[in-house]
Each structure stands twice: as structure tokens, then as C-alpha cells.
């Protein structure tokens, strides 16, 4: 028997089953044919399925197109398959994301005291309060919102040497907020007892400005101030020099301090810089 005989006598007849090879996206085509049927257009299957539109195409052309919808309707439906993808599209990149910070964590481990004090040192110099031409004041004064801020700065002082009896605490919070609450919130994030706890400051409300720090979340920011402390002001200033140091520039600071020695200073930066203890 020919090939073109079997052919012909064959033409029309399904595979049998065990001639099929499994394929991975079996599943996510019989889905699609489905939503095809159902009457969804390639892009509301592919929001739904994850798939690109050319898969879909693929899978599905040979079915009939669906009747033409009216525009509100194929809003609809669009928005609906969209809400569908990012609900489960967020979960992925949720998972993802949480992966990476911990990731991140596990890099960093358990900080020395030396590191202690240089990370203490930058977030001081970014939100601590510093001296100015205007107001020549060395004292140490760290406002922040954030807890987790807030309760490192008070590991760095007490790496620093500083006694929590020499702590001073304020909250500052807009007069529209839970002021007995945010109270309570910063006691148990400091553990520090309510006498060292000065009266809370109050900001004015303003109707024109559009708050978005409102609800249950917001309690304020923190005001810590330690007592005689300009000497502990000029070394956080140290160690945040340091660490912030140009080297290019470091290393020209010798050859700039001793003028006309003839020597023509080098530009060249150091492969290191060393920082005190």
C-alpha cells in the first residue's frame, strides 16, 4: 500500500492518543480556548493567562471570532482581565522582592561596633541637626518617623558611649493625630520611661495641604536629644568625614599643606581608605 493510499483512507481520522507528545502548555491552551469561546479577546486571555498575545493567536485561531461587544463592555472586560494579571502578578514580584531583601540582610550580618559607628555617624550627618553660620550649636539632635531608624540611632549612642539617662525624647505630631497614642508608641519603641519624655509639640493644621501621614499608622516623629553633647557632635562629625572622604582629595592633603617644597603633587588616589580604630 502506497503512502498516498493510507493518506486518503486516513483523511479525517484524529490522532490516537498515544501518537500525542505531553506538552508543558497543554493546560494553558485548553484555557485559552475556553476563554476564546466564552467570547474574550486576545489580550484579555493573555492579562489572564500570563501568556503573550502570540501564543494565544496561536492557539486559538482557528476558532471563531466573538460578536462584536459594545465599547462599555469591552472596558469592562479589559479592566477585569487586568485586575486578574496584577492580583497575581503582585504576588509573584511580592515573593520576589521579599527574597531580595533578605538576600541583602544576610550579606550584611551582625554589625562590629566600628561599622556601628560609621553607619551611626551617616545617618546622623543625613538627619541629625547640624551647626550653621547662623547657629554655631553642637548639640546632638536626631529627628526621625521611622522606628527601625529610631531604634538603631539608640544602639549607635549606646555603641558611641552614651548613657540612656543623658537621652532626652519629644514627639512632634500634626494636632489632627492620636497624640496619647503616638505617646505610647514611641515609649515602646525607645523603652525609655514617660519622665524622659518632654510635653508633645504640636503641628498646626493647615486645610489647604492634602495629608497623606493620616490613619492608624501615623504616630509623629521623634525628637532625641542628648545632654552635653558637643564633645559626642565632634566625633560623629569625624567619623562622617572620614567615611565620607574624597579620596583623590585626601590624598592630596599633605602635598597641599606644605607649599613651595617644589614637589608636584600627584593625582593619583590611594587604593584604600583606612579609617581610624
Not at 474574550?40 to 503573550?52: F, K
Not at 538576600?103 to 561599622?115: F, K, M, Q, W
Not at 501621614?213 to 536629644?225: K, P, V
Not at 560623629?236 to 592633603?253: F, H, P, Q, V
Amino acid at each position: 500500500m502506497s503512502n498516498s493510499t493510507l493518506n486518503n483512507a486516513l483523511k479525517g481520522a484524529p490522532p490516537p492518543d498515544w501518537t500525542r507528545r505531553p506538552n508543558a502548555k497543554d493546560g494553558l491552551r485548553t484555557r485559552a480556548r475556553e476563554l476564546r469561546a466564552r467570547g474574550l479577546a486576545y489580550r484579555e486571555i493573555s492579562y489572564e493567562l500570563g501568556v503573550s498575545k502570540s501564543s494565544v493567536s496561536l492557539w486559538v485561531r482557528d476558532l471563531p471570532r466573538p460578536s462584536r461587544l459594545s465599547y462599555a463592555e469591552n472596558r469592562r472586560r479589559s479592566a477585569e482581565g487586568v485586575r486578574r494579571y496584577w492580583a497575581a502578578e503582585r504576588r509573584v514580584r511580592g515573593a520576589q522582592r521579599a527574597a531580595d531583601v533578605a538576600a541583602a540582610a544576610a550579606e550584611i550580618g551582625d554589625l562590629s561596633d566600628r561599622e556601628l559607628l560609621i553607619a551611626g555617624a551617616i545617618a546622623y550627618w543625613c538627619e541629625g541637626t547640624k551647626k550653621k553660620a547662623h547657629q554655631n550649636s553642637e548639640r546632638v539632635v536626631f529627628v526621625n518617623s521611622d522606628a527601625g531608624l529610631v531604634r538603631f540611632f539608640l544602639r549607635f549612642l549606646a555603641a558611641a558611649g552614651i548613657q540612656r539617662s543623658d537621652l532626652t525624647f519629644c514627639v512632634h505630631i500634626h494636632e489632627t493625630g492620636d497624640v496619647d497614642a503616638a505617646q505610647a508608641f514611641w515609649q515602646e519603641v525607645t523603652s525609655a520611661p514617660a519622665d524622659q519624655f518632654t510635653r508633645p509639640t504640636l503641628k498646626r493644621h493647615n486645610p489647604k495641604t492634602n495629608r497623606k501621614n493620616i490613619g492608624e499608622g501615623y504616630h509623629g516623629c521623634l525628637r532625641i536629644g542628648v545632654y552635653r553633647s558637643s564633645g559626642l557632635y565632634r566625633k560623629i562629625e569625624g567619623w562622617a568625614s572620614a567615611a565620607m572622604a574624597d579620596l583623590t582629595r585626601s590624598s592630596l592633603e599633605p602635598v597641599l599643606a606644605a607649599p613651595g617644597e617644589g614637589f608636584e603633587p600627584s593625582f593619583s588616589a590611594p587604593k584604600a581608605l583606612v579609617l581610624p580604630g
